[in-house]
């Protein structure tokens, strides 16, 4: 990574970007990547930072910093969610832009990747305080995004509400109704069938497809999930259908472990009414830490980045990683799994099904028509399933991890895309 005249770094150069730098390096040296390319890709095209005032409750004026990145747009308009959480900065949000990139050259979307979201508690403002944050940086970044140019959706602290507020900024600034400015909307605005709960669907099909090539069967398999949000819920919830028994599932305060297996039905109801698992009486207390080391099946990491280290990658003891979470796999905890014989499925494969279905959202508005839930349920499993078998055919071909076979596969695509295009001027 190149820095700035005066030695430092650029803002955006954190941790989290600078695993996403060597991710993306490890698999520019497998592909014998042009140089010229690397340093296109090391950067994002664009980067926004923008200040959110917003009149609080109280009445005072509170100032937040709010950012968009877009990576790349070399396959089309650019694509991502819009986080509202206490640690948003702008590297992070350049990290998951990039990630994005690569997640849909994986699985075949004519977008680039792009992420945004504001530093703020979204747990501490009101619904008023919310809209208002919403819709002011919505009115920040308008120039920044559009249905041709980059098109934001729901993401960790947001959902279709914020996205119905966003929606609703642009069409009035505009002077008439985008329903397909953004994605993850609520049905009856433009909205998607089977758009909630599509990355937790996606993620479940990737683990039934590893399944099968494992030839193990999903009948009383254990699964245990970090993470109890929208991705993590609707995941152990399909894995529940699908015959899993999944054990142990938390959140950023608690977890609850049952060796004999969770009703996700009534836990899903406990969080619905309580906001938390905590206080939920169908097992025993389990910390975040404790359930990334149970012995299980299916291991689903759903919370934030960065949760299996070389300090712990050594006491996981599942036989399969399922990635809902981006980037929560640290370089060195990769080698460490790999050896010890873990399958790790790779966030830009495992959680593609929110950004695939977010693209169906996009075609639907762009066209007027709009699809059954079966049919996209059918059109979601088909584009994850081709997807796993590619990586894992590459992957078995070139003897790599499933990681670097699915960067090498995406990153490949978007260098022959970037070459046929030359650079402009």
């Not at 950067?43 to 609080?56: D, E, H, Q, T």
């Not at 809209?131 to 249905?147: C, D, K, N, S, V």
């Not at 080698?335 to 929110?354: E, F, K, Q, T, Y």
């Not at 079966?374 to 894992?392: P, R």
């Amino acid at each position: 990574m190149q820095s700035h005249p005066d030695g430092h770094q650029p803002e955006y150069v954190t941790p989290i970007y600078q695993m996403a730098i060597a991710q993306f390096c490890q698999a520019a040296d497998h592909l014998g990547l042009d140089p010229n390319l690397r340093k296109r890709f090391m950067v994002p095209k664009r980067a926004l930072l923008v200040s959110v005032p917003i009149r609080m409750d109280d009445q005072r004026v509170e100032v937040f910093n709010g950012y968009r990145v877009q990576h790349d747009s070399t396959l089309g308009p650019s694509k991502g969610g819009i986080r509202f959480h206490p640690d948003v900065t702008l590297g992070e949000v350049s990290a998951l832009a990039m990630w994005m990139t690569w997640k849909c050259g994986l699985v075949g979307l004519p977008f680039g990747g792009a992420k945004g979201g504001v530093n703020c508690d979204p747990s501490k403002l009101s619904r008023l305080e919310l809209q208002r944050l919403t819709r002011r940086y919505t009115a920040e970044i308008i120039q920044f995004i559009g249905p041709d140019i980059d098109v934001p959706a729901p993401d960790v602290g947001t959902n279709e509400q914020v996205m119905a507020w966003m929606m609703d900024t642009y069409s009035q600034l505009k002077g008439y109704s985008i329903p397909e400015i953004v994605t993850g909307k609520p049905i009856c605005i433009g909205g998607s069938l089977g758009r909630i709960d599509a990355t937790g669907r996606g993620v479940v099909f990737c683990v039934m497809e590893a399944f099968r090539h494992l030839k193990m069967n999903p009948a009383g398999k254990t699964a245990a999930v970090q993470g109890f949000g929208n991705v993590g819920s609707h995941a152990a919830l399909i894995l529940h259908q699908e015959g899993c028994r999944v054990i142990a599932a938390s959140d950023v305060r608690s977890g609850v472990l049952n060796l004999t297996g969770l009703d996700i039905p009534s836990l899903i109801g406990h969080v619905a009414q309580n906001g938390f698992i905590e206080g939920f009486s169908g097992g025993e207390r389990i910390s975040n830490a404790e359930l990334l080391e149970l012995s299980c099946d299916v291991l689903v990491p759903a919370a934030l980045s960065e949760q299996i280290t070389a300090a712990n990658a050594g006491r996981v003891s599942c036989r399969i990683l399922v990635e809902a979470a981006n980037g929560p796999t640290t370089p060195e905890a990769d080698r460490i799994l790999h050896s010890n014989g873990v399958l790790l499925i790779p966030d830009i494969l495992a959680n593609a099904g929110g950004v695939i279905v977010s693209y169906f959202e996009w075609v639907q508005d762009l066209q007027n028509f709009f699809w059954k839930e079966k049919e996209i349920h059918a059109k979601l499993q088909e584009i994850m399933s081709n997807a796993f078998h590619q990586v894992l055919s590459f992957s078995q071909k070139e003897k790599i991890d499933m990681r670097l076979a699915a960067l090498m596969l995406s990153i490949r695509k978007i260098s022959d895309a970037q070459l046929s295009r030359g650079i402009f001027p």
